[in-house]
């Protein structure tokens, strides 16, 4: 079994997708049986989708909420715990995931690029976003509450990045500095991701772009295979230990 090259000055980039939470028992989007196959995407993960039906978007994002009710953190999730904690500053992982298993994991060096089901915010007001695990009856749409002093209450929403939504600033400028920081000594991981939605699919060019090798464990070949210099099939619970072993 090979092992991800990790000397005392090498940094490592890992990006993970769905497919790393798929052995903790939550549905990725694109495989049969995935979320996308029941639901359109304009419908529930766009704002036109959420402006046109709010109480479809909720009972989209509170019938996943409900699900990761009991759900647990994998192997994989703990292999990358592991290395975080073997290489401290030299880590940094970036997740697709709204589902909070690495956080849960104990991962502190990580961007969450796509929010967090599990945090609400006002659809209108600048009120900060806070935790709502909240499970809203079907009928129901969650109003601001803050809004209703200024007159006229607003809509919560899910604190997630919708298609066609601008990722934080912040978050991009953290991986491009840690991308140009650590130089030829990056490695990038990519982990259970099918390389389709942008701008994490591209992320294994920036470092090539530096000069870092790039690796990727994943169930199939994604649609980015080719762009990788190391390709590990299998799923992550049980490859992702083993390449990562110390
Ligand atoms: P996808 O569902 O598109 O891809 C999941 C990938 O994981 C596929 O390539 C599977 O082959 C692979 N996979 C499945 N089970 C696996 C396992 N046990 N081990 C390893 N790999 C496995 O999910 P993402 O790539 O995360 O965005 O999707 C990216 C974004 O598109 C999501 O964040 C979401 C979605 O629409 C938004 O909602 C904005």
Redesign the pocket.
Same mark, same amino acid.
């Given at each position: 079994m090979e092992r991800l090259p990790v000397t005392d000055t090498t940094h490592v980039l890992v990006l993970t997708?769905?497919?790393?939470s798929?052995?903790s028992g939550i549905p $990725?989007?694109?495989?049969a049986g995935?979320l %996308?196959e029941g639901h359109d #995407?304009r419908e529930v993960?766009t704002l036109d989708g959420f402006v046109r039906d709010p109480l479809l978007v909720w009972r989209f994002y509170s019938q996943r909420r409900a699900a990761l009710d009991g759900v647990v953190v994998n192997p994989a999730h703990h292999a990358l715990a592991a290395l975080e904690a073997r290489l401290g500053e030299r880590f940094l992982l970036v997740t697709?995931?709204i589902d909070g298993l690495h956080r849960a994991a104990g991962h502190t060096r990580l961007i969450e690029l796509?929010g967090d089901l599990m945090r609400s915010r006002c659809s209108r007001c600048d009120r900060p976003p806070f935790e709502d695990r909240s499970v809203y009856r079907p009928n129901v749409a969650p109003m601001c509450g803050r809004c209703r002093a200024a007159g006229k209450d607003a809509l919560l929403r899910p604190d *997630? *990045? %919708?298609?066609g939504e601008p990722i934080d600033r912040g978050h991009l400028a953290r991986i491009e500095a840690f991308v140009r920081a650590a130089g030829r000594s990056l490695v990038f991981l990519a #982990?259970? $991701?099918?390389g389709? *939605?942008e701008p994490?699919a591209s992320l294994v060019d920036a470092a090539r772009t530096v000069g870092g090798h790039s690796w990727l *464990?994943?169930?199939?070949p994604?649609a980015n295979a080719a762009r990788f210099d190391h390709v590990v099939l299998g799923?992550?619970?049980t490859t992702l230990p083993a390449l990562l072993a110390a």
């Amino acid at each position: 079994m090979e092992r991800l090259p990790v000397t005392d000055t090498t940094h490592v980039l890992v990006l993970t997708g769905a497919g790393i939470s798929a052995e903790s028992g939550i549905p $990725t989007f694109r495989d049969a049986g995935g979320l %996308w196959e029941g639901h359109d #995407v304009r419908e529930v993960a766009t704002l036109d989708g959420f402006v046109r039906d709010p109480l479809l978007v909720w009972r989209f994002y509170s019938q996943r909420r409900a699900a990761l009710d009991g759900v647990v953190v994998n192997p994989a999730h703990h292999a990358l715990a592991a290395l975080e904690a073997r290489l401290g500053e030299r880590f940094l992982l970036v997740t697709q995931n709204i589902d909070g298993l690495h956080r849960a994991a104990g991962h502190t060096r990580l961007i969450e690029l796509h929010g967090d089901l599990m945090r609400s915010r006002c659809s209108r007001c600048d009120r900060p976003p806070f935790e709502d695990r909240s499970v809203y009856r079907p009928n129901v749409a969650p109003m601001c509450g803050r809004c209703r002093a200024a007159g006229k209450d607003a809509l919560l929403r899910p604190d *997630v *990045v %919708w298609f066609g939504e601008p990722i934080d600033r912040g978050h991009l400028a953290r991986i491009e500095a840690f991308v140009r920081a650590a130089g030829r000594s990056l490695v990038f991981l990519a #982990v259970g $991701t099918s390389g389709l *939605v942008e701008p994490a699919a591209s992320l294994v060019d920036a470092a090539r772009t530096v000069g870092g090798h790039s690796w990727l *464990v994943n169930a199939e070949p994604p649609a980015n295979a080719a762009r990788f210099d190391h390709v590990v099939l299998g799923k992550a619970g049980t490859t992702l230990p083993a390449l990562l072993a110390a």
